[in-house]
């Protein structure tokens, strides 16, 4: 008896091996086909190399080095009434409980249903003179059903762990937009200040231009002057007025924009006052550069989580080739044709419990082109995280050189501006003692206009760049920590190619 229980047992095992063995599909080597850049490798440049220094991060309020009150305020106004901010804070929360939701596989789901109806027997040809002939009585049913998956090739694992990674992206996302938002504030107020910069120039020129008319006119009414010399000096009154003009448009433009910028209407913007901008701050580059930048940028934060997520989802479909055991179980209670909730003391009671297993065998082709679909997403996710990478090195390098540029800038124009200001005090003081006619004022005043816009413009130009700069380095809003570990980068090994387990097993 008990070799034939023996028999019977190894050709059991023996039975569930070949079917296991047989429900184990390949995977046709579907693998990615693409591989991440190591920031490390890159060549970052002359620019670059010649500007790295010993420099810290950008702080989180990187901001405050304009020593501008009015803009530290605005900032923090923005930030808490965006409606920018909002959607992203709202994915965040989104994306968290899409993970619950996922993680929730991986325990034990119990659920209970009960039904109770009332029934009326008829009495005919179909029923039959039966004892419930012509009644109506209670149905009654009640059940308990539990469930529980093995996850023994971690699919529902893997599957919690990518719903994760999704979060992590949805969270560095948001501080990607919280750097936009800060940074675009920036460059507004900037432009804010540059318009009010411009409309003293134009102020300044204007008041300029009716002096001289004033003296023109006073020289024709001396009898020494001509009415071509009151013609030509008053002629461009009406431009200067235009000038004036557009440059106060700009600063009402600049208001509703900042505005807008902060979740609120246009008028919130008629409070702010003229801004006080002042940038001391220097403009070296971190030194670990670029090694430590996919751990401070946000975008590249972000796509490293999306390239973590994309790992996992080869890991889900790669379990889709193995069998799964599903463990059941089942508790009913029933009774028909007694009062109502009588089945609650009823002996009728059933019961079922034991393992399910499934095994892909013939699945014609769908689970290498579900694995195949998620290598694809994960080359995607990889190429995206490689150009962003290049695209932040590209717009450091960017920086740096429109930096120094500026610098040359900054100091051609001042002394632009100086010549030019000694050129028309000359035209116009030899003017004013008839020792030259108006053509050389006019000259020397267009050439100082010029310069003077050429200055302002610099100037503004400089605070932004180093706004822009402050973003392409990460605005202080990520730390290398909040970044996915580098294991996580790829698909796990834990299970191998077809279908053979790798040395370290399931999960």
């Known amino acids: 008896m008990r070799g034939r229980v023996s028999r019977k047992t190894v050709s059991a095992a023996v039975l569930a091996t070949i079917l296991i063995i047989s429900g184990c599909a390949s995977t046709g080597n579907v693998a990615p086909r693409d591989s991440l850049k190591d920031a490390s490798t890159l060549d970052v440049g002359t620019a670059i190399r010649q500007a790295n220094a010993d420099a810290q991060w950008p702080a989180e309020q990187w901001w405050r080095a304009y020593q501008d009150p009015q803009l530290d305020q605005w900032i923090e106004r923005a ?96 501080r990607a937009a919280q750097l936009d938002l800060d940074t675009n504030v920036v460059r507004a107020y900037i432009g804010f200040s540059q318009a009010f910069a411009l409309l003293d120039i134009a102020q300044q020129t204007l008041e300029q231009q009716q002096h001289i008319a004033d003296h023109a006119r006073r020289r024709l009414n001396g009898g020494i002057g001509t009415q071509l010399e009151l013609s030509q000096a008053e002629a461009p009154l009406p431009e200067y007025e ?40 220097p403009l070296p580059l971190p030194s670990a550069l670029p090694a430590e930048l996919v751990g401070h940028r946000p975008d590249i934060v972000a796509a490293r989580w999306m390239v973590a997520a994309q790992a996992r989802g080869i890991d889900v479909a790669k379990a889709g080739f193995y069998p799964n055991i599903n463990l059941a179980a089942s508790l009913t209670q029933a009774f028909a044709g007694g009062a109502l909730l009588s089945f609650l003391t009823s002996k009728a009671s059933g019961y079922s419990f034991g393992p399910a297993i499934s095994l892909p065998i013939f699945e014609g082709g769908r689970l290498r082109a579900q694995l195949g679909a998620a290598s694809a997403q994960y080359d995607e996710a990889v190429d995206h995280y490689n150009a962003t ?47 030259t006619d108006y053509l050389n004022v006019l000259v020397a005043q267009t050439q100082l ?39 996580a980068l790829a698909p796990s090994r834990h299970i191998g190619p077809l279908g053979r387990s790798s040395v370290n097993g399931p999960k």
């Open 389 to 435: 990478l290049v695209a932040a090195l590209k717009e450091i390098a960017d920086q740096v050189v429109r930096v120094h540029s500026l610098d040359t800038q900054l100091d051609a124009s001042g002394r632009s501006v100086a010549a030019a200001r000694k050129s028309y005090d000359l035209a116009n003081e030899g003017y004013r003692r008839g020792l």
């Open 449 to 487: 206009l010029k310069a003077q816009d050429g200055q302002a413009r610099v100037r503004a130009a400089r605070l932004a760049a180093y706004a822009t700069l402050t973003s392409a380095l990460g605005g202080g809003l990520d730390d290398p920590s909040n970044g996915p570990e580098q294991t």
């Open 242 to 281: 235009r000038q004036v003009d557009i440059y106060q448009e700009d600063i009402a433009l600049a208001r509703h924009q900042l505005a807008a910028l902060a979740g609120e209407g246009p008028g919130a913007g008629e409070a702010l006052t003229r801004p006080a901008l002042s940038l001391a701050t």
């Open 79 to 174: 930030t808490s009434g965006n409606p920018t901010l909002a959607m992203a804070a709202a994915r965040v929360r989104e994306a968290h409980e899409a993970a619950g939701i996922a993680r929730s596989d991986l325990y034990p789901h119990v659920d209970a249903a009960m039904s109770v109806a009332r029934k009326n027997w008829p009495n005919n040809d179909f029923y039959g003179p039966g004892p419930y002939a012509d009644t109506t009585t209670w149905d009654d049913t009640a059940g308990l059903t539990l469930s529980y998956n093995l996850d023994l090739w971690g699919r529902d694992e893997n599957n919690a762990e990518r719903a994760l990674d999704v979060a992590h992206v949805r969270a560095a996302d948001a």
